[in-house]
């Protein structure tokens, strides 16, 4: 007996059908969320902005004033303004790029109070879109992080439960389902499993697979912090560490699709931003991260609790309450969002790319790029700015002033305070960083000189840039001048002062090496 192409060919539609409709099934129940994780999602995330706020204000007069370390012509040609817009880039004047700060601190505590929304979503979503512009130079990952997650934040019922807005309507009668479904579940659920696909993915080479890469990273002359560099010099840990992150990264966003691992994968992604934080210095990240995995609790979690149960509804009940014209924002940017995510983590370079698809990501701010930490170098890397007083003594500008270590100096990235600092200077070697040093010299020397007597005046600054390598040889020290002040000009104003200078003989450093040329050895 035969089969009819007809009747083969229905056959395979329905198969394709019933296939799509199972994904499409899956899909629905791994992105929906419960109401109450998403409350406690948006109290993370204002108090998130409120701390960054307060943490931006002791050195605002070096990275948002127009005479800092960021002047805002120079952030502008970086960030590729106006596409790349910024409201924090609309004014010069002294006052704004504080004002910039109030306005974070602002929107942070209304979104966590639950007031205004969505509306406060929105400005919120701005102002960090702004301040990150402003201070692109010295931007994390968190902080792109945390705008996106802003982003989808306007399309989510961030304000159904704990909040200002819910009491005020708790006088009505409303369901106590606590489901929350649709294209924006659907969208910051995919964007979390973004973040750690792309950074997974770019940890799946050698240096990671040898069990090395954790090591180098917890390192003070990388990004570790204190602790991080105590466990560095346990290498079984280290291995481990590195082999746990890899696996977990790369295997986290599929077990998004089993509910059932849901509140434990929270859980260990939870855990694994905890030791995050402690014990490697990138700012904002592992808090952003705790908050975009704590949006993904279950409602069975808030029942195990003690929570009030949902109510338990049919298929049909709606979960999705944007309307119509949100619905398609909202679709119009996941499409952008997974164009991004493709664009920027394919083979691809991104100088192909078509103009038209940079524009609409540029202004959207939907950057998809999370190879955090994939290439990690063998090597340890330092900075220092060594600066001679008006009183002879040289110290280390960028360490408060103590005493000059232009190899491995204590402490390492961590001792320069500022996490934002840290990434400024570790980027500053680069080319397209390079254009800022005049201007973070200057910063710098004006801000000791405005603090300090005239006999501790600073009257020469030269920050530098160093690492340890294995080749030519092990210990192989390369020491590079990044920034100078007064700065050394085509005409050569400056250096003759600054020869003087050093061919006078000082009690502090007198056999100080010429800067610009390859050391050799591990000791000063």
């Not at 902005?49 to 990275?63: E, F, N, Q």
């Not at 790319?353 to 790029?369: C, K, M």
């Not at 320069?416 to 080319?431: A, C, M, T, V, Y």
């Amino acid at each position: 007996m035969t089969t009819s192409p007809s009747r083969q060919t229905g056959t395979g539609r329905n198969l394709v059908a019933d296939g799509l409709a199972w994904l499409a099934a899956v899909a629905r129940r791994a992105s929906t969320l419960d109401r109450r994780s998403l409350a406690v999602f948006r109290m993370l995330l204002g108090t998130i902005l409120v701390a960054d706020a307060l943490m931006r204000i002791p050195d605002a007069s070096l990275t948002l004033a127009p005479d800092g370390l960021l002047p805002p012509d120079l952030v502008r040609r970086f960030v590729g303004h106006p596409w790349s817009w910024s409201v924090g880039l609309v004014c010069d004047a002294p006052w704004w790029g504080h004002g910039l700060l109030v306005a974070e601190g602002v929107c942070g505590l209304l979104l966590a109070t639950g007031v205004g929304l969505p509306l406060t979503t929105t400005a919120a979503w701005i102002v960090a879109v702004s301040l990150v512009r402003r201070t692109a130079p010295v931007t994390n990952a968190g902080d792109v992080f945390l705008v996106v997650l802003l982003f989808w934040g306007q399309f989510l019922p961030l304000g159904d439960r704990l909040s200002a807005g819910a009491v005020w309507r708790s006088t009505r009668r409303e369901s106590s389902d606590h489901r929350c479904g649709g294209i924006a579940a659907l969208a910051l659920t995919l964007q979390v499993a973004a973040v750690y696909l792309s950074a997974g993915g770019a940890k799946w080479n050698p240096v990671w697979w040898s069990g090395e890469a954790v090591g180098y990273a917890l390192s003070v002359h990388d990004h570790g912090t204190p602790l991080g560099d105590v466990i560095a010099g346990w290498p079984w840990l280290t291995r481990c560490s590195t082999w746990a992150a890899l696996i977990l990264e790369l295997a986290g966003p599929p077990l998004l699709l089993v509910p059932r691992l849901r509140i434990p994968l929270v859980g260990v992604f939870v855990l694994f931003h905890l030791a995050i934080a402690v014990t490697m210095d990138v700012c904002l990240f592992p808090w952003v991260g705790i908050a975009a995995w704590i949006a993904l609790l279950p409602a069975s979690f808030w029942e195990r609790i003690g929570s009030l149960r949902s109510d338990v509804l049919d298929g049909t009940t709606r979960i999705d309450r944007l309307d119509r014209p949100r619905r398609i924002l909202c679709a119009a940017a996941l499409a952008v969002g997974v164009a991004a995510f493709a664009l920027a983590n394919g083979p691809w370079p991104p100088e192909r790319l078509p103009t038209w698809v940079t524009r609409v990501v540029q202004l959207t701010f939907l950057e998809q790029d999370w190879r955090v930490f994939g290439e990690i170098r063998p090597q340890r890397q330092w900075v220092y700015g060594r600066a001679e007083l008006a009183d002879g003594e040289v110290v280390d500008l960028l360490r408060d002033g103590r005493p000059l270590e232009t190899v491995l100096p204590a402490g390492g990235f961590h001792s320069i305070g500022n996490q934002r600092l840290q990434k400024l200077f570790w980027e500053l070697p680069k080319p397209a960083h390079r254009e800022f040093a005049p201007s973070i010299a200057a910063a710098l020397a004006r801000r000791w000189n405005n603090a300090h007597p005239p006999g501790r005046q600073v009257v020469a600054l030269e920050v530098h840039g160093a690492r340890m390598v294995t080749a030519p040889e092990a210990g192989t020290i390369q020491d590079v001048l990044l920034a100078t002040w007064p700065p050394r000009t085509a005409s050569g104003d400056g250096n003759l002062e600054r020869f003087l200078r050093e061919r006078e003989p000082s009690p502090v450093d007198p056999e100080r090496e010429d800067a610009d040329r390859v050391r050799e050895g591990t000791g000063r």
